[in-house]
């Protein structure tokens, strides 16, 4: 399993995303978004499975559910679920912060 590290340092990370900011990160040949929530991170593919919706704007409910804002499927953030099976599961990755940075990893 690859990781990859955004930015030098713990205070790197959070002096450049604020809370509720999302980014584009480039992992090898797939880009996905980083959103963080408070002090934590979110990483998932930008596009719905369901129909393509950007996941730009998506909500993130107590750290643990997207919801689409096209139709409103949910997908569980630890696993990518959808949380009533309606679609493929989203591609979620881990996404932890460290005194190094923003580590990123899974598989892409
Ligand atoms: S495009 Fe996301 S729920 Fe339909």
Redesign the pocket.
């Known amino acids: 399993m690859k990781t990859y590290t955004i930015y030098q340092s713990q205070q790197d990370v959070l002096e450049k995303i604020s809370d509720g900011q999302v980014i584009t990160v480039q992992l090898g040949e797939m880009k996905v978004y980083v959103k963080r929530v408070g002090l934590s991170f979110f990483a998932f593919e930008r596009y719905?499975p369901?129909?393509?919706?950007d996941l730009k704007k998506a909500h993130i409910h107590e750290g643990r559910e997207l919801t689409?804002p096209?139709?409103?499927?949910c997908y569980d953030m630890v696993n990518g679920r959808e949380v009533r099976g309606r679609s493929r599961s989203l591609k979620v990755f881990g996404a932890i912060l460290s005194e190094n940075g923003l580590e990123i990893f899974g598989s892409y």
């Open positions: 719905c369901h129909s393509g919706a689409c096209m139709h409103g499927y």
